[in-house]
């Protein structure tokens, strides 16, 4: 059966692993603000929320009818169902001319930030950061599913795109990561568990 009708869909920028010369690539979770705040210790990968430039907003209205974008330029909107496999494509283009692809300001809010509970420091010094390189890695196409949903949807079916990274730091900042009470680094099989080794949920855009 076709679908039809108005659909969401939702596009993130993220870290799937991190690695140094003398660590292997492990996969990086950081405890969500949201469910924090509610008493609940939920871990996420780091990112979140793309931004579309100019040109991406203008071309998503004209070529896809593009409707009720989310927080100003992000990169979360709806259209009819039927351009939604088109709205995909366009997104797996990769193009940064239309849409952020860079995770760099996300890293930055994140492990610069200083909005997690307790929270007296940041997660990593400037300089620290700026020690970090990043690659592009397999992106992710998710069709609605309960497991992904969140207080934005709204009842509306939900498509995800997420763009994924991996980064590679001096072996210091691989340590400083792994050390924080607010990251976890994760195996294959913590994911497929669905819990750190540590007994906390992980949340559903922590993908192998």
Do not use: W
Request: charged residues 25%; contains cysteine.
């Amino acid at each position: 059966m076709e679908l039809q009708g108005l659909v969401r869909f939702s596009y993130a920028v993220l870290i799937r692993q991190i690695s140094s010369n003398r660590h292997a690539p492990m996969y990086l979770s950081l405890l969500n603000r949201g469910s924090a705040k509610t008493g609940a210790a939920v871990y996420k990968s780091l990112g979140g929320g793309g931004e579309l430039t100019s040109l991406g907003m203008q071309f998503l209205v004209r070529e896809f009818n593009a409707t009720s974008f989310e927080d100003g330029n992000d990169a979360r909107f709806q259209v009819e169902a039927q351009y939604i496999q088109q709205v995909m494509s366009f997104f797996a283009s990769q193009d940064s001319r239309y849409f952020e692809i860079d995770p760099r300001r996300e890293m930055r809010e994140e492990l610069l930030g200083m909005e997690l509970p307790g929270q007296v420091a940041p997660i990593l010094s400037e300089t620290q950061l700026n020690a970090i390189t990043t690659t592009t890695c397999e992106p992710i196409r998710l069709a609605p599913a309960a497991e992904f949903n969140s207080a934005r949807d709204s009842g509306v079916r939900t498509f995800r795109f997420f763009s994924r990274h991996d980064a590679f730091m001096p072996d210091e900042v691989f340590e400083t990561i792994a050390s924080s009470i607010y990251c976890r680094l994760l195996s294959e099989a913590d994911i497929d568990k669905g819990i750190t080794s540590d007994g906390c949920k992980i949340g559903g855009n922590v993908i192998k």
